[in-house]
């Protein structure tokens, strides 16, 4: 069956206190509209609509940069959850099949609970996502009985029994496109705000002779980001399972609560995090890899064999080779290492090519930007940087060459050749004992 999904994202979040609006907020290294993006994009959909509205430019990037296809429609102004699938109608016109609601507030629905929302739709026109939480906290309570949901009563709304239910709404909502937006055009506005509840439907299905059921799943798949509490909370289940999950997968994490992983980290068995570390987005690291303490990884690849830190810094664009070695101090920004490579000390390696075996001495820099333009440096295969050599970029060091200790190096090595770029060495006899001599007697002068 077609399904297309509607992401609800136009909300500010009155209860964030913050001017982020609240869909942007990250967790796990990415903002949670991509998270629900993400979730909806398992079902492989005819098309993704995102509802922005407020902060709605920054928004909307933040969607089309993770997914250029994804179409954006305005809610200009928030009037409730309903109103805001309503101003998906236009971006929905002549679609055909189901319609699936997800909400930007909504991080970790899984691909696997949504296939059996979809299997549900076989019973049912309107499934909901459900989830058992505590008494206290103010989600929309789902009302059933037997297997029939009878209708959802939000908190605000709801008696003394009503708010005792422990079944909640997440806001997750399939049904028949067609049929689900003829439904929200006959929803009555609720409040001094005029809101048009999404949830009203359900009673107003179920009068019509459709049947409304509850699909349910754990809550850590779907809670609702609301404040800054449940964004803490959402951020360490998140980190609990996503760390379960690695350790299942045969990674040894050392300090498990203090590893820090994105939502995309992927690290193959056997690999070994020795300590605290923070994972950026965009991280892969194959089995066997070794990651000492400390370390902070964006955007990179490490190879098999290969190990980095303590206290390494590798950002985007950063790409280890099997055996490559990055040690502590070293930071790493859209440079390739080459198998075997060794940069063990202090170093800085920005928009460089690094050939296989070549040694990387302490201290070096490349020097890659002039303050407008970003250049490369090309290091081959078995050469020997000398330590604190300053690579001043565009520049090329050739195979197996060699750079003298201290050298500014900003025309190219030969293969093979030594490049030598420092002053050259005097050597003044005696000059230290008399020089002191002389401080030390204008001391004791001052003194006397
Ligand atoms: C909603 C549900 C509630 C459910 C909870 C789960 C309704 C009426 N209530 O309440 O039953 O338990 O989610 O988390 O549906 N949004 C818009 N435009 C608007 C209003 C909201 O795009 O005019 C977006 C928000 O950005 C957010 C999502 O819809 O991503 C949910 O809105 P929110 O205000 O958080 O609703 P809740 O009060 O959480
Ligand atoms: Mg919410």
């Not at 609240?22 to 509802?51: C, D, I, N």
């Not at 299997?119 to 029939?148: C, K």
Request: aromatic share 6%; with cysteine.
């Amino acid at each position: 069956m077609n399904v297309n999904v509607v992401i609800l994202a136009a909300g500010q979040g009155t209860r964030m206190n913050s001017d982020l609006p609240k869909v942007l907020h990250p967790l796990a290294g990415a903002p949670l509209v991509v998270h629900a993006m993400r979730a909806g994009l398992a079902l492989a959909p005819e098309r993704l609509v995102v509802v922005t509205g407020t902060g709605g430019a920054a928004v909307a990037k933040a969607a089309l940069d993770y997914w250029p296809e994804a179409v954006i429609a305005t809610q200009a102004e928030q009037r409730g959850t309903g109103h805001a699938v309503l101003a998906a109608a236009d971006a929905l016109a002549g679609a055909a099949g189901d319609l699936l609601v997800l909400y930007g507030d909504t991080p970790f629905v899984s691909g696997e609970t949504l296939e059996r929302m979809q299997a549900a739709r076989a019973e049912a026109d309107i499934v909901v996502l459900g989830f058992e939480s505590r008494p206290e906290e103010r989600y929309g309570r789902l009302v059933t009985d037997g297997d029939e949901l009878l209708e959802i009563v939000e908190w605000a709304d709801a008696g003394d029994a009503t708010r005792a239910l422990t079944l909640h709404n997440s806001g997750v909502v399939m049904g028949d496109a067609a049929v689900l937006l003829r439904l929200l055009d006959r929803v009555e506005p609720r409040n001094a705000q005029g809101e048009i509840y999404l949830t009203d439907v359900v009673a107003l299905g179920r009068a019509d002779g459709l049947r409304a059921v509850v699909v349910r799943c754990d809550e850590a798949e779907t809670m609702g980001i609301n404040t800054r509490a449940h964004l803490a909370r959402a951020e360490d289940i998140f980190q609990g399972r996503a760390r379960a999950l690695l350790i299942e997968d045969g990674v040894t994490l050392k300090a498990p609560g203090q590893v820090i992983l994105a939502f995309d980290t992927a690290i193959g068995r056997d690999a070994i995090v020795e300590g605290p570390c923070v994972f950026g987005p965009g991280v892969t690291i194959e089995s066997g890899a070794h990651v000492l303490p400390f370390c902070h990884l964006t955007g990179c690849h490490i190879s098999r064999g290969a190990s980095v830190g303590p206290f390494a810094r590798l950002r985007p664009g950063a790409e280890l080779d099997e055996d490559a070695h990055v040690g502590n101090f070293v930071e790493v920004k859209n440079a390739h290492l080459g198998e075997g490579v060794k940069a063990g000390h202090l170093t800085y390696l920005g928009d460089t090519d690094v050939g296989p075996r070549t040694n990387i001495g302490a201290g070096t820099i490349t020097a890659n930007y002039d303050g407008v333009f970003k250049y490369r440096t090309v290091i081959g295969r078995d050469a020997f940087v000398g330590s604190n050599t300053v690579f001043v970029a565009p520049v090329v060091m050739g195979d197996e060459a060699m750079t003298a200790t201290g050298s500014v190096v900003n025309r190219d090595v030969p293969d093979g050749a030594m490049a030598i770029a420092r002053a050259r060495q005097e050597v003044k006899e005696g000059f230290a004992r008399r020089f002191f001599a002389r401080l030390r007697e204008m001391k004791a002068a001052q003194k006397g």
